[in-house]
């Protein structure tokens, strides 16, 4: 981003601001301006001919970005099939996801999963885990670490004082009932959970309706499981379905028993509520863009008039309230829709934040920019409106719309800047952690899991950068002072996050780079409505004859995404089987006896099963593949970035994924 922003930045005040600058058209047009639009568009006069350095710089703006994406992309793929080829042995790289097994009347799903790949993969495959229907039994292990907690907690509190038996109240919230002995109660409580469990594990194991249509099926060699993932498996395209399977720690193992069939419905379900999700939050952010307009206030709350007229209250209003609300109104938002990803039926935690990543650009692309523009543009000129003939009102309107750039400064400065100082500071998990010790924190457990600084938060944090990148390409042309604020923000959140990746945050899973095409696709995105935008900005200003001239660019942007795609978005979709025979050929030579069938045999069972005391399938992976080091830390109190899931428990290797959800 700095790539492409750096010159822009230069270009743009070296060529657009002198031409902005040297003009008094907003003057004679008496709307609402600052000094600031006097740098903009808007102050250009209406047919000039200085539109064409506007027209020219949209040009050089759209190639530079253009050749800084290709080059990007290049390097990037380039980057992830090198560490695609050079990371060592992961399960996920032999195992692929079978799901829609069609039900047998005479064999079971493991039995039939069995027959068929030892029928049409004879010499590949290896072994297979069949998906249980866990969920219950997960909740079980859930109680019973909360209630061992407790018991830990009354221990140690009867140990400082033995006088006195610590005593628990069994109603709602331990608020009502009768008081019993708090050791005793919680040790006969988890006493009930165990029984509970190992009747439920039996349960799982005996009870075919339990056994998921879906399993992991592992293959001997890199090779036939590249062949498996990547083909149609019958002459039936909805049975048999293959996919690559995630990393034993990216699965997110609560999707996996729901049926294939209800995956079409709960997504349209989604759909429909994510539309009305974005309907009906144009109120709030109108609400918003409201607060920029003193009149408006003034005439809602009167008798606070004195107050708001105040130079220092009234340019605070005009400036920050807006941004900050609207920040407000934001907050939950990436948690409703991690929730709503999750209805959707996603079987991979990267998966997860992919869709919800997109979905939150989605909405701040409708209800922070378009609404903030639209709405804002409307409020802030609605008394000029009302007092001008019909056919003055798009011009007003082509004014208008450049003068956001204003907001979008404030919003820049109080969302970014202050968001990338927020995340050196960490003031809000400092607070959270402080709140966690005060009223959740019992023992020496509950203080390390209240201060685990989790994990960068993709869904959110790569939503917003790319709004940024939005303003910036539809304001370079437009209003070129919003560009320096974009840049420092860039600068900022380079040096900051790469610090916090480095030294504070766990790594969830590896996705050697595969977010990168959903990256590439929102920038081009952005590219595209930049120019469609100026082009109907134009049509205003009475420089329609250069429409024909600015249609080229978003044909030009459009092959250029057609042609990357087709180029480099294959090395993030799937894996080559020359590259895959290879790394099965060197492991044959330097490790001849390895046994891959111990090593994979427990990759990819439930983590409720893996230390219990069930029979060997249900044992714990080997504890030297969870010691794996990938990516080095300055932290002297954990070597180790990868950490176990927060969603499944599972203490397998950080594994790069190789991956399907692109077809999502």
């Excluded at 750096?6 to 000094?35: C, M, Q, R, Y």
């Excluded at 808007?42 to 047919?47: A, E, K, R, T, V």
Aim: net charge neutral; charged share 20%.
């Amino acid at each position: 981003r700095l790539k492409i922003f750096v010159p822009i930045t230069i270009l743009a005040f070296l060529v657009l601001v002198p031409v902005n600058w040297t003009n008094d058209t907003l003057e004679g047009l008496k709307v609402e301006h600052s000094d600031i639009d006097k740098l903009s568009i808007s102050n250009i006069p209406f047919g000039s001919k200085r539109f064409i350095a506007h027209l020219t710089m949209a040009y050089v703006f759209t190639f530079w970005t253009c050749y800084v994406l290709l080059r990007e992309y290049e390097i990037v793929a380039t980057m992830r099939l090198r560490f695609l080829a050079s990371e060592k042995r992961r399960p996920d790289q032999f195992t692929v996801l079978v799901r829609n097994i069609p039900p047998d009347p005479d064999e079971s799903i493991g039995e039939l999963a069995e027959h068929f790949f030892l029928v049409n993969h004879p010499d590949h495959y290896l072994t297979h885990q069949v998906v249980y229907n866990a969920n219950k039994l997960a909740k079980l292990v859930k109680e019973k670490k909360k209630m061992q907690n407790w018991l830990d907690y009354y221990q140690l509190k009867y140990e400082r004082n033995t006088s006195k038996r610590p005593t628990v109240k069994t109603g709602f919230l331990g608020c009502f009932g009768s008081k019993v002995d708090a050791v005793e109660h919680c040790a006969s409580e988890i006493e009930r959970i165990e029984k509970e469990e190992a009747e439920e594990r039996e349960k799982i194991v005996k009870d075919p309706k339990l056994v998921v249509p879906a399993a992991f099926v592992s293959f001997r060699t890199r090779w036939g499981a590249a062949v498996c993932a990547q083909t149609q498996q019958t002459s039936n395209p909805t049975v048999w379905l293959t996919e690559w399977a995630p990393e034993p720690r990216d699965v997110y193992w609560d999707n996996l028993s729901i049926p294939i069939v209800h995956l079409t419905v709960r997504r349209l379900i989604i759909a429909v509520a994510f539309f009305f999700l974005n309907f009906f939050y144009v109120i709030p952010i109108a609400f918003v863009q409201s607060l920029a307009n003193i009149e408006g206030i003034e005439k809602a709350v009167p008798f606070l008039k004195p107050i708001i007229e105040m130079p220092t209250i009234k340019s605070f209003i005009q400036g920050f309230l807006p941004g900050i609300a609207l920040k407000i109104f934001l907050i939950l938002l990436p948690s409703i829709l991690m929730f709503m990803s999750k209805v959707e039926g996603l079987t991979s935690v990267s998966s997860l934040e992919r869709r919800s990543a997109s979905k939150y650009y989605i909405f701040l692309f409708f209800n922070v920019f378009l609404a903030s523009i639209i709405a804002g543009s409307a409020l802030e000129q609605l008394q000029t409106y009302l007092h001008q003939s019909a056919n003055q009102i798009p011009r007003t309107i082509g004014v208008a719309i450049p003068m956001k750039a204003t907001f979008f400064i404030t919003y820049v400065m109080v969302d970014g800047w202050a968001g990338v100082a927020g995340e050196i500071l960490r003031l809000k998990p400092l607070v959270i952690f402080h709140l966690k010790n005060f009223f959740l924190v019992k023992t020496e457990k509950d203080r390390d899991e209240a201060m685990d600084p989790g994990s960068i938060g993709f869904d959110s944090n790569e939503p917003q950068i790319q709004l940024y990148f939005l303003l910036g390409l539809v304001y370079a042309v437009v209003t070129p002072f919003l560009l320096p604020f974009i840049l420092v923000f860039y600068v900022l959140a380079y040096v900051v996050y790469r610090h916090q990746i480095i030294n504070v945050y766990n790594q969830e899973y590896e996705s050697a780079a595969a977010f990168w095409p959903s990256v590439h696709g929102r920038i081009i995105t952005a590219l595209i409505v930049s120019q469609l935008l100026f082009l109907g900005l134009l049509s205003t200003k009475g420089a329609g004859q250069s429409t024909p001239v600015l249609l080229v660019l978003p044909v030009v942007t459009f092959y250029f995404h057609k042609y990357c795609k087709n180029r480099y978005e294959p090395a993030f979709v799937e894996y080559p089987l020359q590259e895959a025979m290879r790394k099965d050929t060197l492991e044959r030579a330097r490790e001849p006896g390895f046994d891959l069938k111990t090593y994979l045999a427990s990759a990819y069972i439930h983590p409720v099963f893996k230390g219990g005391d069930d029979d060997e399938k249900f044992s714990m992976m080997d504890e030297a593949e969870a010691d794996q080091v990938l990516v080095a830390t300055k932290r002297q109190s954990r070597r180790n970035t990868p950490v176990p899931s927060r969603h499944n428990g599972s203490e397998a290797p950080s594994l790069p994924e190789i991956v399907n959800d692109q077809r999502l």
